[in-house]
């Protein structure tokens, strides 16, 4: 298992943000198998697990513990409609791979930077799906049950959320069941999915973390950040993007301190003139910095990440 332990490991270079310090150990597990192992050699609250890093802030100052990445568990298996995806598998991967088989259902996936066990535990969703329209059920590590599969049912999702968060639970694999369908009719979707998502979002040539804040309920976390005039701020290397108020973008050489407190400029101004506190859809990894702490009590007192 050592050859895929890195020590000290400099982050930033697998950050879709490009921000983040050394990470005292990271480990690369290829499959479940290896995955449980990791698991077992530390108590289950000194590790953390994460996909590809694309929905993470990790703090500039780096992190003193361990944590696992499951970018190497990659495996698909096909079987007739249904797909069982290790809980690494990259969401335009997965979606690519199910499209060329005629199977419809994970169109939306096309322009997610994430990876399928991330996408899973936050229900991801876009363009009109959800991960959980085609879920029928996750393989996931429970700290006090081990490997437990749970269903659709079971996984309790909601927007943005699923029993994953609520109870620590780490997805390893996800089985969908797919509907077939002409591949040109998949693919013509996938091509206005992806469209979609250049004229909305930022690519990643402009460091990014994808949508910042999630959507209060019934209302837009872009609509009302745009009202207070966010797109004119900016915290020292990051600025909102002007095209989307719930985007930071990475324009000049930003650090983590700066995105949480461009964070809190537009949380507080938001709640200022509307009364509402917005959550934060990313998650954080740090822990170093007193001053990003003080920032972290506040935007993340509803969801401890
Ligand atoms: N809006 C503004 N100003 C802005 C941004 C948006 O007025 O600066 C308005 C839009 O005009 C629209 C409404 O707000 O009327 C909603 O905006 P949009 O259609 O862009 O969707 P969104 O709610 O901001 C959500 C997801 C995205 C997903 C898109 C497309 C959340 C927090 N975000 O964005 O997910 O791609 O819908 O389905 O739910 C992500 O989570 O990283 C992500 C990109």
Redesign the pocket.
């Known amino acids: 298992m050592s050859e895929h332990l890195e020590k000290d490991f400099e982050i930033k270079k697998l950050t879709t943000f490009k921000i983040g310090g050394k990470i005292k150990e990271v480990y690369f597990p290829q499959n479940i198998d290896e995955l449980y192992e990791v698991l077992h050699l530390k108590a289950q609250n000194e590790l953390k697990v994460f996909g590809n890093l694309s929905n993470t802030l990790v703090s500039s100052d780096g992190y003193n513990g361990s944590i696992i990445l499951t970018t190497k568990m990659d495996n698909i298996e096909l079987s007739g409609t249904r797909v069982v995806a290790d809980a690494g598998v990259k969401g335009p991967k997965l979606s690519q791979f199910v499209a060329g088989k005629g199977l419809s259902g994970l169109e939306f996936m096309i322009g997610f930077p994430g990876s399928v066990g991330g996408e899973v535990c936050m229900n991801a969703s ?2 009109g799906q959800a991960i959980s329209d085609t879920l029928v059920c996750a393989t996931c590590y429970s700290p006090q049950k081990g490997i437990i599969k749970l269903t659709k049912d079971e996984l309790e999702f909601d927007y ?1 959320t699923s029993r994953c968060q609520k109870e620590d639970l780490i997805v390893l694999q996800a089985e969908f069941e797919l509907s077939p369908k002409p591949i040109d009719k998949i693919k013509s979707q996938m091509e206005d999915n992806l469209a979609f998502r250049k004229a ?2 930022p690519n990643l040539t402009l460091p990014n973390c ?2 910042i804040f ?2 209060p309920q019934g209302d ?4 009302l ?2 009202s207070i005039g966010a ?1 004119q701020m900016s915290f020292g290397g990051v600025k909102v993007w002007e095209n ?3 985007f930071i973008v990475n324009n000049n050489n930003g650090t983590s301190f700066d995105v949480l407190s461009l964070m809190y400029k537009m949380y507080t101004a938001v709640k200022k003139e509307y009364n509402i506190e917005l959550e934060p ?1 990313i998650r954080f990894l740090g822990g170093n910095n007193e001053k990003e702490n003080e920032i972290c009590q506040i935007l993340y007192q509803k969801t401890q990440k």
């Open positions: 876009a363009n943005r909305h979002q994808g949508s999630k959507n837009s976390a872009g609509r950040l745009d797109k989307h108020a719930n859809e």
